[in-house]
């Protein structure tokens, strides 16, 4: 086969970085160091391209990363799926909790409160639904009385009308024993 030494330097280029991201490789899986093609291609002193345009060292490097990690001298091995499931899990629980704590802060002050009330001597809160339905019953009474009253008004408002039509005809009949209308 007849190749030219440029051709021939390439390939010797490239299988010494290959070489080289697998030493990489091998050592992360040894020391349990992260495994991403950044993490990789700087150790292995690579482009981050050599490794994108070589598939089988990148299957290999998301191989190595999907596999539970090994760290020397520790007994249980994970998976970095696992890790990442339990860190959701933990951030989840977080919330949760957070939540719980601002509940518990609310019904605490509002403990306090009723306990600063009755400890003033004020006395202590009247039961709010008590109060409730007596302002209901008052507002109902509110409405009743005006109602009421509107209608007195309407038959104060007549008497007065049949009043004034009364005094205006009595003042305008002449009557039979009223001398100063009648002069014969």
């Known amino acids: 086969m007849n190749t030219t030494p440029m051709a021939q330097g390439r390939r010797a280029d490239s299988a010494r970085r290959r ?51 090994s760290r020397p001298g520790t007994a249980p091995q994970v998976s970095r799926a696992s890790l990442q499931a339990d860190l959701a899990n933990a951030q989840g629980r977080a919330v949760r909790q957070a939540a719980r704590i601002y509940q518990l802060e609310n019904k605490l002050s509002e403990l306090l409160g009723e306990q600063a009330w009755r400890q003033s001597g004020l006395g202590a809160p009247d039961d709010i639904e008590q109060l409730k339905r007596r302002i209901t019953a008052l507002e109902q009474r509110t409405v009743d009385l005006t109602r009421q009253l509107e209608e007195r008004q309407q038959e104060l408002d007549a008497a007065r009308a049949a009043n004034r039509e009364l005094i205006t005809r009595l003042n305008t009949t002449p009557h039979p024993h009223d001398t100063t209308h009648s002069r014969t």
């Not at 993490?39 to 998301?62: G, K």
């Open 19 to 69: 070489q080289r991201v697998i030493k990489a490789l091998n050592e992360a899986t040894k020391n349990g160091t992260e495994f991403s093609v950044a993490a990789i291609a700087r150790s292995a002193r690579v482009d981050r391209s050599f490794l994108y345009r070589h598939r089988d060292l990148l299957a290999q490097i998301h191989a190595a990363a999907s596999e539970p990690l």
